[in-house]
């Protein structure tokens, strides 16, 4: 069967029989194989659309594109406004076409579905991203299809297919409900074989949309007329070697020449320097923020081509943003006077035509040249049409683009049919031909054009009926200037009538009125005719182009005593006027620019309201002044005030309720006016009054009002007078008696309420006598606390009932207004949770009626500024109550804000400033509601454990950018539980309830914040519920409704439990982020494997013993270690398989038998927020995990729903795959990087591989210390890198580096340091760590050295064991030791030793052994080139001081990336360039800070206590470096500045940095060994470098004082280190009060100042040069000072170490002997810090006796059944081993 080809076919085959069956024809002979389909309609979805096409005909609507077939890109949702048109003209969808994944791409290669190839040559691209519309459509299969245009999307595959592509002005089509890339250039696009068929698309398709904040109305253009279009072409156009294009292009041009166009050559170097703003500019980041919720998921698969073209985004910045957009500006400026008078712009729509190979191979330099000549045009606004133009010799089809600027479609698509109506020509890749017709514009057959000027017009009330009659937007216009517009002053109170009169010259002054033109069938004329009262009527309107049209107009007899309203050019800007919604309305034009309101305002408030308040005073230029408490020092609304003072106490009442200190600051402040916001003194009438008393305007009701209204007892009464409907109630109740008798009479149940406040505090429904005593007091207490008035009074309680508040406005004189009303039923406990407005599931006059009831009983007592009537809504008998008057702004307010636009705190502020005659110029009750609007309370608070809040430091937060939020907090911010836990309100809108509850799931699924409870959960399922969805919830809804959430609670976390994922942070090893991650990666990975998760999901690690975890959801979990037991409700199961957990289960992890760590996975994975890219928990560093730390008793911990809702196959039994853990490992290691003979003797280092190692007791997550042989040494110091002869300059480590930290070796892992000034012998493989993480203190290690080869060999097997579910296989090698020299891989002039770094790193080595600052500019060339152009293979650079550590891919060679190194490294070691971007920073110094001496003294305590720089670090500094007293090593330090030579030195972007002047190099011996906690923000001093550390961690740097943190945790824009290489640092000294209040109040940006500039090599060679000689003088003088000074000989002396052997055979000697005695033993390493048990004590069976400290742990020792202890064998501080016997006990 044959099918049609163009519309114009299709039109003419479906006007005859069996249209469907056509239809169905065409579906059964696509075939969804196709790589150009990603889905294919079903043949019910065509007979569905087709049921409403038939519909719409017998409705009469006009279907243009009757029965045509069309496509649509994939990412253009089937619901989306501009499918929704073209159905609605009769086209019928057939399926989704393929697409560059993202819409990324020119080349439409990059599909998960498979590239989509050139509709004439397979080898070929198609072009992309719409290749697959472009595809179909060539190919005949479809008429039109949609594509999107982003870079060239819409015209570069229509070049490449021999079709035709129009991209539209930016907003002509409606984009929402498409999928964007850059949203704000996104472009829907035709594609269509004929230029007539892309043009009937386009008159469908374009419709303004105003749910669309992107669509616009279309501006109508002069018919394009020129008979020689002047059309501007590439002066030089760029060809990249394609010689066939060029050919093709030059016969295109005779083309245009035989046209008779005018071709002008121009310069394009300023619109290709735009268009390399789309890539090479922060609009990158538009991509990432479009997948961002997809593209940060872990393990997520994404075309790498795609995910680095996105991921170019957080290389920018919003400071990049900004720059880029005035550079963007400027340009387009230019562009636009360069390229003025012509009518156009010629160009090929592609300069390359690649192959598929060729994309592959090259896959960024073949697209960025294909968008060659279309990147540009959508920055520039413009619109443009690629047409065909011709064949190439090779038989490739070859286009040409015309471009002109916006809304000159019709211009382009005429030039088109003058280009192609010369000749028949070839339609797509069919056997079809066809000749374009040349005709002007032609006009609408069957529509016709019709004027709007009033109610009609899009966005206004009446708009519906020209949508409903089928009309679409053409264009906005303006009348002749011949006109008066009128207010026909007549109709309801809603919907004003407009009238358009037509004036004479002679007559009367006429004017151009402002008109829309819609383009309408006959029929749909009709319809809206039918509805049109008199006067109005359609008559002839004069356009300003001097065309007729039909319009609406007004019969003469309407106008009169009409308003005439022409002034206003038009009836919108006349109703605009009208409207007090929007805020440049709320002052009259007299006033625009007359002085603020007040020249400053104390905002008496805290937390998100005084926020909210200050951003209204600081939009309209008032001082806003903050009052806190000290718990809120540094909270927002302190910091966005321009003042703020400190309310001296310590208690709510002593601060926020305290009236006297609030005023006094006022005054003492100069300020006139206070605002309360709501809560604390919100509504006391006592605060009021006071305020004025003492001069102060209180922008507020006054204080009488307050009084009568805000009492609720006296609001009743007041309620009564004015004939408002009341519930039975009783009035102010003295006592407990009274209360039963008068609720006896109500009835049950009732409510007892105190008098004074809201928000839901003071309420207690009472259901019966007992639980009416129960609550009197504490009410009455509850009343006295937060409103300092106790009284209480009862009501009836309606228990099936709405609460509904209407917000009213008065000016204080008698006017009062409604802004409409709330619905505020979703309440727990009488606290509201959503509200929403309008109440729309009341009916109309019911809310009618509760709006005058509201405005009657305010305007009774002249009711001044802002406030609310609540009513409650009894749904059975349909009848409302008054409940109160809230004399204050709620929590509310924004819902009607968002529905009216009003901002009510401006609104309080005008009237209370006697500035509110705009307000009330009307004589309307009300102000007119626009949407439908949803607010969400977020509170901190955890809703299954019975909603106890949760107080804390918020750590992630992150809220939708598209929704308006209200909120004080931020990361960082911590939430006291002093104050109410509100964090934030989400606020959303929408046309209708459905679309503002879909924007309210949105806002709160992609809403995230962690760090402590909160209720987003909650909130979540609540919107998910039917009852929300379909507005049946009443007051007491909440009260029985049931959830539950995807996470478990932390019972018992066991010694140390934490989040850990696979493989951790990756990428940030440069600045000391280290990944983190499983330590025993086989077993973690093999539980994740057990449940069919990704390898890598984030699980639970835990140490020593397991956890103990409540599951409050079905959950699928998986536990692999050697356990004790395992239990699930206290029933043993097996760990073989995975677990079935029912919602409320516990499972019980109990202690590891053999090895130190076990894992436990839940299917899908833990749902933590990441961090740096990963769920990972570094506890030292205080990130990632939950919370940044080991699990506690009560964390909510949240998992995967989605994969824990089906059954769970179990794939298998991890206890036969994991291996025994013995007492005695075998550990495969590979040599080096340093070996002897430079730093070791030969015999001692082959030691090093023969004997086995003990594990040390104090060993962790950040290192495992060795015990063992002593290291001799080749050398006797370090140099200038330290005095040790372990010191090295620092220099990057492997994880898995063994290094010797002075004497002691250490065994660096996952949570290790990435920069360190100390040797590494050897370095664990990467196959092996695993093991590392299952010693035990006290366990045998033999370090087995191994080749690269053979580490690859166990890498695979690893792999192969996690992917089969298969044991680990055996593997036996020869141990020879290999060299771990691999030789120099630099040139001539720069030696470069290259040395291994363990199976996935290489370590180079730059110059001689000595600090060279042209070395550092060396390795800083190397960096920056490869974040240009990276290095094939190389994963990631990190820079020492000398040297460099190349990370590299697995799978490649060892010997191969030495080989790429020596090729790359060559020409960049001597293209170093001489100067660097280098910032100066002058931090503040507190030398000998408390803080830092505690720690030198923790380390005395703890440690070592006799070491030769204790107990003075800064003495021992002086001594060593022959300084005469400790002033001048501070001085030294002061009068120095210091250049960053590496980063993570220490940790978190800690800078390793170097005294320029080398006569202030400070040689400092560094701890030995280590300390095992510093000060974050310490200075300290190691060989001859400077540290400043950016965490507590370990150290061993000289500690001389401390400065600010130079790590700033809680960093949203940028990256938090402070340090780039080639900084330079100055101190200058402060006091510790001064630096600690800086500190304390985040102030300590105030103490820093920044200099960018640049380091100039030259210069400072030169004045090196200058200075040799007294350099030298003194360098010597310091080295001899150095080999004198006894304290040095005496740091380099080993450390004394503890025998725990020889204690244990003294205490061994001491036991009773007892045939019934039972020896308690200590099971694990480490040393006892605390004992609990005496001689005699009986014990209970599970007491816990000792606590041992192993592992940085605290782990404890239970009594293994109930008895008498006989004898204690240990003291606290006893070191032990595993065997040490700790207590003798008698069994009872």
Request: proline share 6%; hydrophobic share 40%; aromatic share 8%.
């Amino acid at each position: 069967m044959t099918y049609p080809v163009t519309i114009a076919d299709w039109k003419r085959s479906q006007g005859s029989e069996d249209p469907l069956s056509r239809l169905l024809a065409l579906l059964e002979s696509l075939d969804p194989a196709d790589p150009a389909w990603i889905s294919v309609a079903s043949a019910s979805h065509i007979r569905n659309q087709w049921l409403t096409i038939l519909s719409l005909k017998e409705g009469g609507h006009d279907l243009p594109l009757f029965g045509v077939p069309f496509a649509a890109k994939d990412n253009i949702d089937e619901d989306a406004t501009v499918i929704q048109i073209l159905r609605r003209a009769g086209a019928v969808v057939v399926g989704k076409t393929n697409l560059d994944a993202f819409a990324t791409g020119l080349v439409g290669t990059r599909s998960p579905y498979g590239a989509v190839p050139s509709a004439f040559d397979s080898r070929y691209v198609s072009g992309g991203s719409s290749s697959g519309s472009a595809s179909v459509v060539a190919r005949g299969l479809i008429p039109f299809a949609l594509g999107t245009d982003t870079a060239g999307s819409g015209r570069v595959p229509a070049g490449l297919n021999n079709i035709v592509g129009l991209k539209p002005t930016h907003g002509a089509i409606s984009a929402r409900g498409i999928v964007p890339a850059c949203r704000s250039l996104d472009c829907v696009s035709i594609l269509a074989l004929t230029i007539e068929d892309a043009r009937e698309v386009f008159d469908v398709a374009t419709s303004y949309d105003s749910k669309d904040s992107y669509s616009r109305l279309k501006i109508l253009q002069p018919q394009f007329t020129a008979k020689i279009p002047r059309i501007a072409i590439c002066d030089n156009p760029p060809w990249f070697g394609q010689n066939i294009q060029s050919q093709a292009y030059l016969q295109s041009l005779r083309q245009a020449e035989k046209l008779e166009w005018s071709l002008e050559p121009a310069s394009f170097s300023l619109l290709f320097a735009l268009a390399d703003f789309l890539y090479e500019g922060p609009w990158v980041a538009e991509r990432f923020l479009a997948i961002k919720s997809f593209i940060t998921k872990p393990n997520v698969v994404i075309d790498p081509v795609v995910r680095a073209i996105i991921e170019l985004a957080t290389n920018f910045s919003a400071i990049d943003q900004f720059e880029y957009e005035y550079m963007k500006v400027d340009l387009i400026r230019a562009i636009e006077a360069q390229f003025d008078g012509y009518d156009a712009i010629l160009v090929p729509t592609t300069p390359i035509f690649p192959t598929l190979e060729e994309v592959h191979k090259e896959p960024f330099l073949e697209n960025s040249r294909l968008g060659t000549y279309t990147n540009f045009v959508n920055f520039m606004d413009w619109s443009a049409l690629s047409i065909p133009a011709g064949f190439r010799s090779d038989g490739l089809p070859f286009g040409v683009t015309l471009i002109s600027t916006r809304w000159q479609e019709e211009k382009l698509l005429q030039l088109g049919t003058q280009w192609l109506c010369t000749a028949e020509r070839r339609l797509g890749a069919t056997q079809s031909s066809s000749r374009e017709r040349e005709h002007p514009r032609r006009c609408e057959v069957q529509r016709s054009p019709l004027v709007v000027v009033g109610a009609h017009l899009s966005g206004l009330p009446l708009n519906f009926q020209l949508t409903e009659a089928g009309a679409t937007l053409r264009c906005v216009a303006k009348t002749s200037p011949s006109y008066r517009l009128y207010d026909l002053l007549v109709g309801n109170n809603n919907i004003k009538k407009p009238g358009l009169k037509r004036v004479f010259e002679n007559q009367e002054k006429g004017q151009s009125i402002e008109i829309e033109i819609w383009n309408i069938s006959n029929k749909g004329l009709g319809d809206v005719l039918a509805s049109v009262p008199p006067p109005l009527a359609i008559g002839s309107v004069e356009i300003a182009d001097g065309t007729w049209m039909k319009g609406f107009v007004c019969e003469a007899w309407g106008l009169q005593n009409a308003l005439d309203i022409s002034s206003f050019g038009g009836w919108r800007s006349y109703i605009k006027s009208l409207s007090t919604t929007r805020e440049s309305v709320l002052t009259d034009d007299t006033n625009m620019n007359s002085k603020p309101l007040f020249e400053s305002v104390l905002v008496a408030n805290r937390g998100e309201i005084a926020v909210r308040i200050i951003s209204t005073l600081k939009k309209l230029g008032i001082k806003s002044i903050a009052v806190y408490s000290q718990e809120d020092s540094k909270s927002q609304h302190v910091r966005v005030a321009d003042v703020s003072f400190l309310l001296p106490g310590d208690t709510v009442a002593s601060t926020y309720l305290s009236t006297e200190a609030i005023i006094g600051i006022a005054k003492a402040s100069g300020t006139k006016a206070v605002i309360p916001g709501y809560g604390f003194l919100s509504e006391s009438a006592e605060f009021a009054k006071d305020c004025e008393a003492n001069g102060l305007v209180w922008i507020g009701p006054t204080p009488a009002q307050m009084r009568r209204l805000g009492l609720k007892h006296l609001a009743r009464e007041l309620a009564e007078e004015c004939g408002v409907p009341l519930l039975p109630g009783t009035g102010l109740i003295a006592d407990i008696e009274t209360a039963v008798i008068e609720a006896g009479i109500i009835g049950y149940p009732v409510i007892l309420k105190s008098s004074a406040g809201g928000g839901g505090i003071g309420l207690q429904q009472c259901a019966d006598v007992g639980v009416l005593r129960d609550a009197f007091q504490s009410t009455r207490n509850l009343g006295e606390s937060f409103f300092n008035d106790s009284s209480v009074f009862l009501e009836k309680f309606v228990e099936d009932a709405r609460h509904i508040e209407v917000q009213i406005i008065g000016n204080g004189e008698g006017l009062v207004k409604h802004a409409g009303e709330r619905d505020c039923s979703l309440q727990r406990r009488k606290q509201k949770v959503i509200e929403e407005g309008p109440a729309v599931f009341i009916c109309e006059k019911a809310r009618k009626e509760m709006r005058r009831a509201a405005i009657k009983l305010t305007s009774s007592v002249y009711y001044r500024g802002v406030g609310t009537v609540e009513f409650i809504y009894d749904l059975k008998d349909e009848s409302f109550y008054f409940l109160e008057v809230n004399t204050r702004l709620q929590v509310e307010h924004p819902v009607t804000e968002a529905v009216t636009g009003l901002d009510l705190v401006e609104v309080m502020l005008r009237i209370a400033g006697n500035d509110s005659s705009s307000l009330f110029s009307t004589s309307t009750e009300y102000f007119p509601a626009h949407r439908v609007a949803i607010e969400a309370r977020i509170y901190g608070e955890s809703p299954l454990q019975a909603f106890r809040p949760s107080p804390g430091q918020l750590l992630h937060v992150s809220f939708p950018e598209d929704v308006r939020v209200d909120t004080w907090v931020a990361p960082g911010s911590v939430l006291s539980s002093s104050y109410d836990p509100l964090l934030a309100k989400l606020i959303v809108s929408g046309y209708d309830r459905a679309e503002a509850v879909r924007r309210l799931a949105t806002a709160l699924d992609t809403t995230q914040i962690s760090g402590i409870e909160t209720n987003l959960g909650y909130l979540r399922e609540i919107v998910r519920s039917r009852h929300f969805q379909e507005g049946t919830y009443t007051t007491t809804s909440l009260d029985s409704f049931r959830f539950q959430l995807p996470v478990f609670e932390v019972v018992d976390p066991g010694p140390s439990t934490t989040i850990q994922d696979f493989p951790g942070r990756q990428g940030l090893w440069h600045v000391g982020i280290p990944p983190s991650g499983p330590m025993d990666d086989y077993a973690f990975r093999i539980a994740n494997r057990i449940l069919g998760n990704e390898v890598g999901a984030a699980a639970l690690e835990f140490t020593h013993a397991g956890p103990t975890l409540m599951f409050h959801h079905d959950a699928h979990v998986a536990v692999v270690a050697h356990l004790a037991t395992l239990q699930v409700d206290d029933i043993a199961v097996s760990s073989s398989c995975s677990i079935s957990l029912r919602a409320g289960q516990t499972l019980q992890v109990g202690v590891i038998q053999q090895g130190c760590r076990g894992y436990l996975a839940v299917k899908g994975g833990i749902n933590n927020p990441q961090v740096y890219g990963s769920y990972s928990t570094f506890a030292l560093g205080k990130t990632g995990g939950h919370c940044g730390r080991p699990l506690e008793a009560g964390d909510m911990v949240p998992f995967e729903e989605k994969s824990n809702t089906a059954p769970q196959k179990a794939l298998g039994s991890p206890t036969p795959i994991l291996p025994a853990y013995p007492k005695s490992w075998i550990v495969r290691v590979m040599p080096g990087p340093h070996a002897f003979p430079e730093f070791f003797s030969k015999a001692s280092f082959t030691e090093f591989f023969s004997k086995p190692w003990k594990v040390h007791y104090n060993s962790n997550r950040v290192g495992v210390r060795l015990t063992g042989r002593k290291p001799t040494w080749a050398r006797d110091n370090g140099g200038a890198a330290g005095l040790h002869p372990s010191n090295i300059h620092d220099s990057p480590y492997s994880i898995g580096s063994i290094s010797f930290t002075g004497d002691e070796a250490v065994i660096l892992t996952c949570d290790g340091p990435s920069l360190g000034g100390f040797v590494a012998f050897a370095t664990v493989i990467s196959a092996e760590m695993w093991k590392i993480g299952q010693m035990k203190p006290g366990d045998d290690i033999s370090l087995w050295p191994v080749t690269v080869g053979e580490a690859l060999l166990l890498s695979q097997g690893i792999t192969k064991s996690i992917n089969e579910a298969s044991p680990l296989p055996g593997c036996n090698f020869n141990g020879d030791i290999v060299d771990p020299l691999l030789g120099d891989v630099g040139s001539q002039d720069m030696k470069i030793v290259c040395r291994q770094a363990g199976d996935r790193a290489l370590l180079l080595e730059f110059g001689n052994d000595d600090f060279d600052i042209r070395t550092s500019f060396r390795i800083y060339n190397i960096i920056t080139a490869h974040e240009k152009d990276p290095i094939k293979g190389v994963v990631e650079l990190s820079p020492g001081v000398r040297s460099l550590h190349v990370a590299y891919e697995p799978s490649i060679p060892q010997d191969k990336m030495v080989a790429t190194l020596r090729a790359t490294l060559t020409t960049l070691t001597s293209d170093a360039p001489l100067s660097i971007p280098s910032r100066t920073f002058s931090l503040p110094i507190v030398f000998e800070h408390s803080a830092c001496l505690a720690a030198v003294e923790r380390y005395s305590q703890t440690i070592r206590s006799e070491a030769p720089w204790l107990p003075d670090n800064i003495d021992f500094l002086r001594r060593i470096n022959g300084l005469n007293t400790k002033e001048d090593v501070n001085n030294t330090i002061l009068s120095t500045t210091y250049l960053v030579a590496g980063l993570g030195d220490v940790f978190f972007g800690s800078p390793c940095a170097v005294p320029l002047d080398p006569r202030h190099r400070l040689f400092g011996m560094k701890y030995n060994p280590s300390r095992s906690s510093t000060p974050e923000g310490t200075v300290g001093v190691g060989g001859q470098y400077l540290c400043i550390y950016g965490i507590d961690s370990p150290g061993g740097y000289q500690i001389v004082g401390r400065t600010v943190p130079i790590w700033n945790r809680w960093a949203t824009k940028g990256h938090p280190w402070m340090f780039n290489l080639f900084d330079q640092i100055k101190f200058y000294p402060v006091s510790e009060q001064v630096l600690e209040t800086a500190r304390d109040g985040d102030k300590v940006e105030d103490l820093i100042t920044v200099e960018d500039g640049f380091f100039d090599l030259h210069a400072y060679e030169s004045w090196l040069d200058t200075h040799k000689a007294d350099i030298a003088g003194v360098m010597q003088k310091r080295w001899r000072t150095l080999n004198e000074s006894d304290a040095v000989a005496q740091a380099l002396k080993p450390p004394p170490s503890s025998d725990p052997i020889a204690k244990e055979v003294d205490v061994i000697q001491s036991l009773q002997n007892s045939e019934t005695g039972i020896t308690l033993r200590a099971g694990v390493a480490g040393r006892c810090w605390k004992s609990d048990v005496k001689v005699d004590d009986i014990v209970e069976k599970g007491r816990v006796l000792f606590w041992v400290e192993a592992m940085k742990m605290e782990i404890k020792i239970l009594a293994p059944v109930k008895a008498v202890c006989k004898a204690v064998l240990v003291n606290d501080g006893d070191v032990l081993t595993s065997e040490s016997p700790m207590a003798q006990f008698e069994p009872l």
